[in-house]
């Protein structure tokens, strides 16, 4: 096996091409996840079933089934009912609203772990329910399960080549189609797993710290 | 106040009664902690339950707070429904009584001052400033003027305690319910707790509604002592009455258990 560096060096227009695509399904991704899993979580917790139902029913559904099916539902199944995203956008979505319903269940456990006490002395306090939300129940449940979800964004991170099944242009789809066209495929191959580390693991020594700071 | 089931009813005084229970029953499965209880505390009295634990003590406080509901019968504070009633009109009768738990129940993530501050900013919609004001009095007022920026983890037991206190009152209630608040402290903290607590009601007219096994406290700031036996009362009385020379044999038991 030869190592050709001059493959990098051709590599890497398309690369960073790659590196921010990426990037941007990681971030734009996370905050979906992290946004709509907290609705999830609310959901559950609703005071009537007819919300509490359909939240549970919808979450099980997306947390039992494949990414990779609702990728292509999304992108090849959805246009036939007139609704159509261009693949990053329709890949970001999927995978922030297929890792919300992992996120939900993160939130679920840090906020049935906020002693019941802390919900009543919201009541002797007749807080409005927002408030008790707000300023007393996720203050207290988000501090616990940082470290949790910051795992999650690793792990989303790892599935972002499957968006490369809808040729959204990341780091993966970018080395195929390098690899394609020089037929050398060691080289982009390995710097895009490379890349991955470089990201994840500054990603999960952030974890790692936060969870220092926050759980005690 | 007077207690139906009691065997003697002392005290029917004309006023209104600031608290009033009729008739209710609260079950928790099979077991039933509060039977077809009748009682009503006028205003500013001190109210002391005492009883052995499951009696029903304790409920009746969380029924007052709407922390649980009866199951049947009518409670009402201040000529307004607690139960039965919409949730809107429970929510503006609850906002007359305040409660300290055994347990402080302290807003770890706020300073001592913004856990008193926050339910007077946003519910009774003071300034921060007019909130931030009467908080520091509060918390001068319990003897912890000096630690107004200090989070709950950073106070001992009997110092969370007082500043749980400070931040019932900061709700101006009528009605204090106090949930065995000595029980969690360790037992040279009590004393501060108790003193705050003493000053309080000689010092105000509020209406306290007390769960307790201190019986020189209950003594000493109770209008009437109430002894509960399986969710009923079974015997009322002024403290003097109830302590040196009580009735029933099950309260001699209790006290001479307890004492």
């Known amino acids: 096996m ?31 996840s992290f946004t709509l899993g907290l609705v999830w979580a609310i959901g559950f917790r609703a005071p009537t079933r007819f919300i509490r139902w359909p939240v549970h029913a919808v979450t099980e559904f997306i947390r039992t089934t494949p990414l990779l099916v609702q990728l292509f539902f999304l992108y090849f199944v959805l246009p036939e009912w007139g609704v159509q995203f261009s693949a990053l956008t329709t890949g970001t979505i999927a995978i922030g609203l297929h890792y919300s319903t992992y996120t939900a269940q993160v939130y679920r456990a840090g906020i049935d772990a906020v002693p019941v006490g802390q919900w009543e002395a919201a009541t002797a306090l007749s807080l409005p329910a927002h408030r008790t ?19 999650y964004v690793i792990a989303m991170l790892k599935d972002t080549p499957l968006l490369a099944a809808i040729g959204v242009l990341e780091m993966l789809q970018q080395a195929r189609l390098e690899s394609a066209q020089t037929f050398q495929y060691t080289e982009p191959l390995t710097l895009i797993g490379i890349a991955f580390i470089l990201i994840a693991y500054p990603a999960s020594l952030l974890v790692r710290a936060l969870e220092r700071r926050l759980v005690r | 106040m007077s207690a139906d089931t009691a065997p003697e ?88 009584i305040g409660m300290v738990f055994q347990q402080f129940n302290l807003f770890p993530n706020m300073t001592a001052l913004r856990n008193i501050t926050e339910a007077p900013v946003r519910v009774l919609g003071l300034s921060r400033d007019e909130a931030e004001a009467r908080a520091k009095e509060l918390l001068e007022m319990v003897g912890l003027g000096d630690r107004c ?3 709950p983890t950073q106070l001992s037991g009997g110092q969370q305690q007082r500043v749980a206190i400070a931040r019932a009152l900061a709700m101006r209630p009528q009605v204090l319910l106090l949930d065995e608040v000595t029980s969690a402290l360790d037992p040279e903290l009590v004393a501060g707790v108790l003193d705050v607590l003493r000053d309080i009601a000689h010092s105000t007219d509020i209406t306290m ?20 036996d399986a969710g009923r009362v079974i015997e009322s009385g002024s403290p003097e009455k109830i302590f040196s020379d009580p009735e029933q044999e099950r309260t001699r038991e209790f006290l001479s258990a307890v004492l």
């Open chain 2, 209 to 228: 509604l007390c769960v307790t096994h201190e019986m020189n406290f209950a003594r000493d700031i109770s209008d009437e002592v109430l002894m509960f």
């Open chain 2, 149 to 151: 920026d200090a989070k």
């Open chain 1, 2 to 32: 030869n190592w050709d560096w001059s493959a990098i060096a051709d590599f890497m227009p398309r690369f960073w091409d790659g590196v921010l695509i990426t990037l941007q399904i990681l971030v734009l991704g996370s905050l979906i």
């Open chain 1, 133 to 151: 939300w707000i300023a007393v129940i996720l203050p207290q449940a988000i501090r616990r399960i940082t470290p949790a979800l910051g795992n």
């Open chain 2, 9 to 96: 009813t002392t005290d029917t005084t004309s006023a209104k009664p600031l608290i009033r229970f009729e008739n209710v029953t609260k079950r928790f499965g099979e077991n039933t902690v509060l039977d077809n209880l009748c009682f009503s505390v006028q205003p500013g009295k001190h109210v002391t339950l005492i009883g052995p634990s499951g009696s029903g003590k304790t409920t009746i406080l969380r029924l007052l707070m709407t922390l649980a509901s009866p199951d049947e019968g009518t409670i009402e504070v201040n000529g307004r429904h607690l139960y039965p009633a919409q949730e809107k009109e429970r929510r503006e009768a609850r906002k007359q």
